[in-house]
């Protein structure tokens, strides 16, 4: 009861005006009271009465610190701020308005766990605390629990009807919740320009709300892939990691979208990382087909040299390998120089090796799961091309290339 024991320790100087010590306990209880100057008067009185009554400079150390602390919290320098209040603190342990300080930076550290057990111990005291409300309701904000933090804040404001943090959080809040549910019903409706948009314009509200935006940076990303914006969506899921580590759906997400763009290095690390933290079925799957696409990156495509995709039908696979081997049959480049001769003859024998294997069901199917061909006796290199151009267009006297007109060659069938 400090009011109670102010009265008593000003009677006791009226009695006995030359005892430090009452100075100096008066002084005491005026801190616990927030009255800060009178307790700075106090103490000079104790030191003047007594020399060696040091201990009663703490009201002076504790203004230092709070001068202090407010010139850290304009810098944004929170740890500054959390230092000087925990110093402050050891001097004025019941000091409410100094502990909510400390909250909140607590808070703006990301510290929410700390920040919220400060603000719930003035709250079991005093539920009815403004500033602990909001606190409180901030915490909550930042761990993307809109709707409760909205109702600290909505209390708070009931508690001090004129307190502007708790009133701008909980616009910010609002506008956030809003504009973040406008953006997935968009999205669930299969308006993606639209939900693009808006997740950007959510993305504009609070720079400060790390988890939030973390979230939104995904779901833009989500929505850029549906968009065919690839890069894009990659870019957003980086910037969502970026803000939050820990959050598994963005690695998903960006590695999905190095999947379709084939950087499967890039999308084996990300499925690595989920794995480590997440170790499920679903997750070791997605690992394993990823390293299986980047082993198989790194052999000879002969879908592509075939110029046809990885779902072509039989037929398109002959139509691919006859389109090529006429565009690079050594006959029809006779005329050019030595090292483009080599070079069409190299690609000529890739696409007589890539039609022996997509056109045999057993090599083909080893090839498209990823094995190793030269198992089981299966020697790629156990072809020759030149029969297997006989056996598409006959024999050699069957057919011949000429000249139509300069660099201009046409097939000529017999």
């Known amino acids: ?26 002084a005491a209880t005026l801190m616990m ?5 009178e307790a700075l008067e106090d103490s000079q009185q104790a030191v003047r ?13 504790i203004l230092e610190y709070e001068k202090m602390a407010e010139i850290g919290f304009e810098k944004r320098d929170f740890r500054m701020v959390v230092f000087c209040m925990d110093r402050a603190l050891e001097a004025a342990a019941a000091c409410h308005r100094f502990k909510i300080l400390k909250a909140e930076c607590l808070a703006l550290l990301g510290r929410y ?8 111990d003035i709250l079991r005291i005093d539920s009815t605390n403004a500033d602990a409300l909001y606190v409180r309701g901030l915490c909550l904000y930042y761990e993307d629990c809109i709707e409760k933090a909205v109702q600290f ?55 400060n709300n790390i988890k939030t935006n973390a979230k939104l940076y995904c779901n833009r990303a989500t929505v850029g892939s549906k968009l065919k914006r690839l890069e894009q969506a990659i870019e957003d899921c980086t910037k969502a990691i970026k803000l939050d580590e820990t959050y598994v759906k963005a690695y998903l997400r960006r590695a999905q979208c190095y999947m379709d763009t084939e950087q499967y290095e890039e999308a084996v690390r990300d499925y690595e990382k989920v794995y480590q933290t997440e170790k499920t079925k679903e997750h070791k799957h997605l690992l394993k087909h990823a390293q299986l696409e980047l082993k198989k990156s790194k052999r000879k495509d002969y879908y592509k040299v075939l110029g046809v995709n990885k779902n072509a039908t039989e037929d ?20 050019a120089s030595p090292e483009l001769q080599k070079e069409e003859e190299k690609k000529f024998k890739e696409v007589g090796e890539a039609f022996s294997v997509l056109s045999d069901p057993k090599k083909k199917s080893r090839y498209d799961s990823g094995q190793d061909l030269e198992d089981d006796g299966m020697n790629v290199g156990d072809f020759d ?12 006297g069957g057919f011949s290339f000429e000249a139509s007109g300069p660099g201009n060659f046409f097939f000529q069938f017999g």
Not at 327 to 334: F, G, I, K, N, V
């Open 1 to 26: 009861d400090y009011a109670e024991a102010f009265n008593y320790y000003s009677k006791a100087i009226d009695m006995c005006p030359k005892n430090a010590s009452y100075y100096g306990n008066r």
């Open 33 to 37: 009271l927030y009255r800060y100057r």
């Open 49 to 61: 009465l007594d020399n060696d009554f040091m201990k009663l400079k703490n009201a002076e150390s």
């Open 113 to 120: 766990a700390e920040a919220q057990s400060v603000a719930s």
């Open 153 to 207: 804040f909505v209390q708070a404001l009931r508690m001090a009807p004129d307190h502007d943090k708790a009133r701008l959080a909980c616009r910010d809040a609002k506008a956030l919740k809003a504009k973040k549910e406008e953006g997935n019903t968009a999205f669930k409706e299969g308006n993606y320009d639209a939900a693009y948009e808006l997740y950007s314009e959510a993305l504009t509200i609070d720079p």
């Open 316 to 335: 398109e696979i002959k139509k691919g390998y006859r389109k090529r081997a006429l565009l690079h049959h050594p006959d029809r480049h006779s005329g």
């Open 385 to 396: 091309a030149n029969n297997i151009f006989k056996a598409f267009f006959g024999s050699p």
